[in-house]
């Protein structure tokens, strides 16, 4: 049985004496529903949990005790099953992995399909877990799912024909372009196309002010660069 989110509620407490640059802290007061009895919760409940956590809150202000208040348990359960946070972020991540593998199409026949489906679906796991993905990016944990995906690009890069010697730098070229990507375009959600609307318009270009009439707009550029860098690479990496 899965968490179920209650519905949440938040403070933002103010300080209106503080100088201007001190920003407002916000104080959460989101419980979860567990649904089930707390003496049975199982370590896929935690990590559930973190994950939304994160989402919501970013993975610096998760800690053992601000997870167990969000769960509305005490942090000591929480630390019966991850005794340290880095070993959490490495269930999350390998979690983040599964999710990316969860999402892909069995049925595709051709190799470079597959390849465009795990880029685009690593993408779309960044886009709802962005913070996560970061966190997989700089994971020293060792994933099952990360592995299975890594030996399937480098099995489906040889059947696009790279010769063997050339593989891992292909590989490295791909995980490079994909994974840099989905950081730089996700990175301050849920601000990330906001701000970066902003650069664009202090550009003082037509070109730019064109792309930056909304966020959904600075979105639809970065997906379709996302598209069109992908396709250029592999139409590089089947040359060498």
């Known amino acids: 049985m899965t968490l179920g989110r209650q519905q949440s509620s938040r403070i933002v407490a103010r300080d209106f004496d503080a100088p201007p640059r001190t920003k407002p802290k916000v104080v959460l007061i989101v419980h979860y529903h567990l649904g089930i009895a707390r003496g049975n919760l199982k370590k896929d409940d935690y990590v559930t949990a973190a994950i939304d956590y994160v989402d919501s809150h970013g993975i610096d202000a998760m800690t053992m005790r601000s997870l167990g208040a969000f769960m509305d348990i005490d942090a000591t359960a929480v630390y019966r099953h991850f005794p340290t946070k880095e070993d959490l972020v490495y269930a999350m991540v390998d979690r983040f992995l599964q999710m990316i593998e969860n999402s892909l199409n069995q049925k595709l026949a051709e190799a470079r399909e597959r390849i465009v489906d795990r880029a685009r679906c690593t993408r779309s796991q960044f886009e709802k877990h962005p913070d996560v993905g970061v966190a997989t990016v700089y994971s020293t944990g060792q994933s099952m799912a990360g592995f299975r995906m890594s030996v399937g690009i480098a099995k489906d890069l040889e059947l696009l024909g790279v010769p063997a010697k050339r593989i891992p730098m292909?590989?490295?070229?791909?995980?490079?372009?994909?994974?840099?990507?989905?950081?730089?375009?996700?990175?301050?959600s849920p601000d990330n196309y906001s701000i970066r609307r902003n650069r664009y318009r202090a550009f003082d270009s037509t070109a730019f002010d064109a792309v930056a009439k909304s966020e959904k707009d600075v979105k639809k550029v970065?997906?379709?660069?996302?598209?069109?860098?992908?396709?250029?690479?592999?139409?590089?990496i089947t040359s060498l």
């Open 170 to 188: 292909a590989y490295q070229m791909l995980e490079g372009f994909v994974l840099g990507s989905c950081c730089q375009d996700f990175i301050g």
């Open 222 to 236: 970065a997906d379709n660069a996302f598209e069109q860098g992908l396709s250029a690479l592999l139409d590089y």
